[in-house]
Every structure is written in C-alpha cells, then in structure tokens.
C-alpha cells in the first residue's frame, strides 16, 4: 500500500507538473450550475449537505479511463478531492443510506439533477448530452472510498454503461 501510495503521489505531481507547463487554458470538467442547498462539510457523517465550492485543483480532461485508472479504494477524501476537486453534491445510497458524494463531469450549464438526495442515476441526461459522466464515491467509517460507481456513454454505441467496485474489490461494467 505504502508503494501504491508513493507512485499515486508521484504520478500526481507529474500530471500536475504538466497541466502548470501548459499555455492552454480549459474550463474544468466540473459543471457550472449552482445547486440549492447547504455547503458539504466533506465528512461522511450525515451532516446535511449539498455542493463544495471548487478548489483550483481540477481534471483538465476526465473520462472513464482517468476513473478507472485513478479512483482506487482506501483513498482518503482528500485524495478524492485532489482527483476530481471540491464540487460534488452529498447524497445518500438508495441501498443503505450510507452516505456517498456524486460528481456530475461534462454538465451543460443550468444542468439540474433529479434527484439531489439519493445515488439516483440520470440515464436520459446523460443519454441526451446534458452531462457526461457520474460519479458516485462511498465510504467506510472512516472517511476512506470503499466502493464507487461511474456512470457514462460509450460513443462507439450509443449505450450509457455503470462501472463500479464493489467493497469486496469486484469489479462489474455493463451497459444499462
């Protein structure tokens, strides 16, 4: 674990190095739209919540591969948020109510989710281009991913698909 972990921060550093070199400028794959609510403490706690502002530290470019690639189980929430940045909406899993963050990537401005209060997934948004991927993150008790799920469209096609990993490490991708 302790190697995993010094080669996350390298490669970390790397891209981060990268992304600093750039003369681009791109807008961050967070969407835009503001959600009615209260401020996320961050904890997986049941404190009431909703979105974090985001923290400057964001994915030039995020896809499923970045996710699989990236998102690993026993990161820390800061280690999640240094993967995706600070914008995510707080719900709780339809399961076990547990509670979870979901990051919505690629949503058009004034995007609105369905549902802010459960792991509700919005196929026909992403099916009709409004966002484009979700990301759902759960966590043990003490505050380290335990499972997670992205939802997203295969171009080649046409089908939204669910990855995810299961807290037993299994991994599952289908198309939905």
């Given at each position: 674990m302790k190697n995993v972990t010094v080669v996350f921060f390298l490669a970390l550093a790397l891209l981060l190095g990268i992304a600093a070199c750039s003369?681009?400028?791109?807008?961050?794959?967070?969407?835009?739209?503001?959600n009615a609510g209260?401020?996320?403490?961050?904890?997986?706690?049941?404190?009431?919540?909703?979105?974090?502002?985001?923290s400057g530290e964001q994915v030039k470019e995020l896809d499923i591969s970045y996710v699989k690639e990236n998102l690993k189980q026993g990161?820390?929430?800061?280690?999640?948020?240094?993967?995706?940045?600070?914008?995510?909406?707080?719900?709780?899993?339809?399961m076990d109510n547990t509670d979870m963050w979901r990051y919505d990537f690629g949503a058009r401005?004034?995007?609105q989710s369905p549902d802010d209060q459960y792991d509700t997934v919005d196929v026909e948004g992403i099916k009709n281009g409004e966002l484009e991927m979700i990301v759902f993150v759960g966590w043990t008790i003490d505050g380290r991913?335990?499972?997670?799920?992205?939802?997203?469209?295969?171009?080649?096609d046409g089908n939204v698909?669910?990855?995810?990993?299961?807290?037993n490490g299994e991994v599952k991708e289908q198309a939905i």
């Open positions: 003369d681009q400028t791109e807008t961050p794959p967070h969407s835009e739209h503001s209260e401020t996320t403490t961050g904890q997986p706690d049941g404190e009431q919540s909703n979105r974090e502002q985001p990161l820390s929430q800061d280690e999640v948020k240094k993967l995706f940045g600070d914008k995510f909406t707080k719900v709780k899993s339809a401005e004034g995007y991913v335990d499972t997670f799920s992205a939802y997203y469209m295969k171009k080649s698909y669910d990855y995810r990993v299961l807290p």
